[in-house]
Structures are given as C-alpha cells and as structure tokens.
C-alpha cells in the first residue's frame, strides 16, 4: 500500500516537471541584434537554436554566407493560424534562396516549433552540426563564423523580402560575437 502511494506521487511529481523543464529550455548565449534574439546552445554534434523577431512574417537565421545570401545554410520559419513551419533553405544565389528538397537535398530541421504572440514570431528548432547535405554546411563551434539574419514583413511566404537583415561574427562555443554589416 505504502509502495503504492509513493510510486504514484512520483508518477505524478515527473508529470509535473518534465513540461516544465522543456518548456524552460534555457539556452547558453544569445546574440541581441538591433531587431532580433537569436539564442542557442551547441549540445554534442547538434545545435539548439530558438529565433525571435518583432515581425508577423518569417524570421530565419544563415550559417556561413559567402556572398551577399550566397552560400548560406538558411533555416526560415513562420507562424500561421498557430501553426508553426520551418524549412531548411540554401543560399542558391547573392540575391535569394531555395529549399534544400527543391535542389534535391533534405530538410534537416529537428524538434520544429514556433509562436507568434503580440507581433512577435519565435521559433525554435534543433539542427546537426553537420548533416553531410550538400546543401548544408558544417557548423564549426570553434573559431570565428559568419552568422545572418533576416525577417520578413507581415507575409508568412518565405518568398517575400525583408525589412531588416544583419550580419554577425560569432564564436559558437564562447558567445562572443561582432556587428559586421
Ligand atoms: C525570398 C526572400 C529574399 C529576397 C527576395 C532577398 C533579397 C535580397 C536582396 C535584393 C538583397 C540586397 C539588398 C539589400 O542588401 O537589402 C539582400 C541582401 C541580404 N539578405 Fe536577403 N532576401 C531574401 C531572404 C533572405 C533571408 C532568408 C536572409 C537571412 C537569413 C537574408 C539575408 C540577407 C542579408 C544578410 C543581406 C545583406 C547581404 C550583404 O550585403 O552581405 N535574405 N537580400
């Protein structure tokens, strides 16, 4: 009888925690651009990220661009009608970016999810370092990399330009980072 109860007050106590220790996922650095959060905690081979931008449209984040948008492994997100979708791009061109499954790689995005709540989309996903697509890059946690980010105005299209982009020199695993554009 004894056993019982306690097998059923800790059945209960973890019921209780384990929605509260995810949805308080607490990440390791955030970088505060003028109009964007981006936060995340590199974890083993794979990076946590969660998004945020004052904006109803899209809001994405590209790893490593060469070229103006060139080269960038792009993930853009958008959420609509509380719905969240997130999609794995690639910088296809200096001036735009197409889904990594139009170009014939995947879609690599893990645990997608998303608010948009007072005018403000946030989005949160899980991504490897290195996926070996060709259409993604290795995301190296040491060293200096170049990070963008951009939204979208109003519009959940991916299609539509940006009001705002920016561009960063960061260091994953220290938080360090640097305005460059
Ligand atoms: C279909 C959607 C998009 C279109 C049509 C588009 C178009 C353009 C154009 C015309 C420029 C050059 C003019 C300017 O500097 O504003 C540009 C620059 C830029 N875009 Fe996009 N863009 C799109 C999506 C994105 C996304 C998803 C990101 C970020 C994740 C992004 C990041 C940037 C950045 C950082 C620059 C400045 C690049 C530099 O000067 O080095 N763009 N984009």
Avoid: C
């Avoid at 197409?98 to 949160?124: A, C, H, Q, R």
């Amino acid at each position: 009888m004894k056993k019982n109860y306690l097998t059923a007050t800790l059945l209960t106590l973890m019921f209780l925690l384990i929605p509260l220790s995810l949805s308080a996922m607490d990440y390791k650095h955030t970088l505060e651009a003028k109009d964007m959060q981006f936060s995340w905690t590199i974890e083993g081979d794979q990076i946590h990220v969660k998004l945020s931008a004052k904006t109803t449209g899209w809001v994405a984040i590209g790893f490593d661009p060469e070229n103006a948008m060139e080269g960038a492994n792009i993930i853009i997100g958008a959420v609509k009608d509380g719905k969240v979708k997130i999609e794995d791009h690639y910088g296809d061109r200096k001036r735009g970016h197409t889904s990594d499954e139009e170009l014939g790689g995947k879609n690599n995005v893990l645990n997608p999810s998303g608010s948009e709540e007072d005018g403000v989309t946030t989005i949160s996903f899980t991504f490897p370092l290195d996926t070996g697509d060709k259409y993604d890059k290795p995301i190296h946690p040491e060293g200096t990399s170049r990070v963008m980010m951009a939204y979208g105005a109003g519009k959940d299209s991916f299609k539509t330009r940006h009001p705002y982009r920016t561009n960063y020199e960061i260091n994953y695993s220290t938080g360090e980072n640097k305005k460059i554009k």
